[in-house]
């Protein structure tokens, strides 16, 4: 369904950017400093990758103390979904929920003009929070899941009846069935 406004007219014009040389040190204080989660990584105008706050903590737990060495275009994610500034919002929401980030640059044969985020679609078409919401808890589950499944713990899937023993209350999966904390 479309909601006749176009990306271009809400994308941010003026979105941070580094170049693919920049060490993480530079990128993560140009986003302290910009307040923003991500980087548009471009080389003289050319999308070459977004980089996330995500990313450099990743890299500062591996390596702590090369920051400074660390490149930008080491870690930049290349393969990055892209969306043309006369696409629908709605075009952008079935994007993000399908690649599960809160961004997508905005661009016209690779050249960056922009870059949208939930943010900006919030500030713009607040009564599309449900979708957007959605897409939000999709990836927060997702992440939880694999957490708990790595710690091999119960995972909390609804509630209701217990397969076994009949009783009311928080069910969890396990061996194909819905049981509750006591069986």
């Known amino acids: 369904m479309d909601t006749g406004i176009k990306v271009g007219d ?12 920049s060490s993480l040190r530079e990128c993560a204080k140009r986003m302290i400093q910009q307040k923003v989660g991500s980087l548009v990584i471009q080389d003289k105008g050319k999308l ?17 103390k090369e920051l400074d060495k660390i490149q930008a275009k080491s870690l930049a994610r290349k393969k990055v979904v892209k969306i ?14 399908k ?14 003009l922009g870059f949208l985020t939930l943010k900006d679609i919030l500030r713009i078409e607040p ?7 959605e897409i939000m808890q999709i990836r927060e589950e ?8 790595k710690l091999g713990k119960r995972i ?25 904390e006591n069986c």
């Open 10 to 21: 809400i994308m941010t014009r003026d979105f941070i950017f580094a170049s693919p040389e």
């Open 48 to 64: 070459f990758g977004v980089l996330t706050e995500r990313d450099i903590v990743y890299a500062f737990t591996k390596k702590p």
């Open 84 to 97: 043309k500034p006369s696409a629908d919002l709605d075009e952008a929401l079935k994007k993000m929920k």
């Open 99 to 112: 690649t599960k980030y809160r961004w997508l640059p905005v661009a016209v044969n690779n050249k960056v």
């Open 127 to 133: 009564n599309l929070f449900e979708a957007v919401r």
């Open 142 to 149: 997702q992440q939880k899941y694999k957490r708990l499944k």
């Open 156 to 180: 909390f899937i609804k509630s209701g009846l217990c397969e076994e023993c009949g009783s009311y209350g928080a069910l969890f999966q396990s061996d194909g069935k819905l049981l509750c």
